[in-house]
């Protein structure tokens, strides 16, 4: 169900909610992502209830064909079966890196839980 609200997935009772602004600023590159392959990232997603923290494992990092002057990159997250994320923007934490907003999509339905992947385009 959505509303002017934002939308919420009544199946797994999850909804969304504006980030902070200054989580959108950080912009995460490509030398950042490659540090991420076989870690884990904390996902912080908004529910009814209050936020509830999801460890991600990010399983690849992979290089796409780009325009001239533009730098693309995907970075695959393996998620457990028992917390879904739908497609949204989310509160990533690393211990190193810190927080940043990042928009994922759901990809595959896993033996033990769920793939996600965010895409990202940087003019270079």
């Known amino acids: 169900m959505c509303g002017w609200l934002g939308c919420i997935v009544t199946a797994e009772n999850w909804s969304f909610a504006v980030l902070e602004p200054a989580l959108y600023a950080r912009q995460l590159t490509w030398v950042d992502a490659q540090r991420f392959v076989g870690q884990q990232i904390l996902a912080i997603a908004p529910t009814a209830v209050g936020p509830v923290d999801v460890t ?54 896993l033996p033990a839980g769920f793939a996600y992947e965010a895409c990202f385009s940087h003019v270079v």
């Open 56 to 109: 991600l494992e990010v399983s690849s990092v992979v290089e796409s064909p780009a325009a001239p002057g533009v730098h693309q990159f995907a970075i695959c997250f393996e998620g457990p079966a028992d917390n879904f994320l739908a497609q949204g923007t989310y509160q990533l934490r690393h211990a190193e890196l810190g927080d940043f907003a990042v928009f994922m999509t759901p990809i595959a339905r």
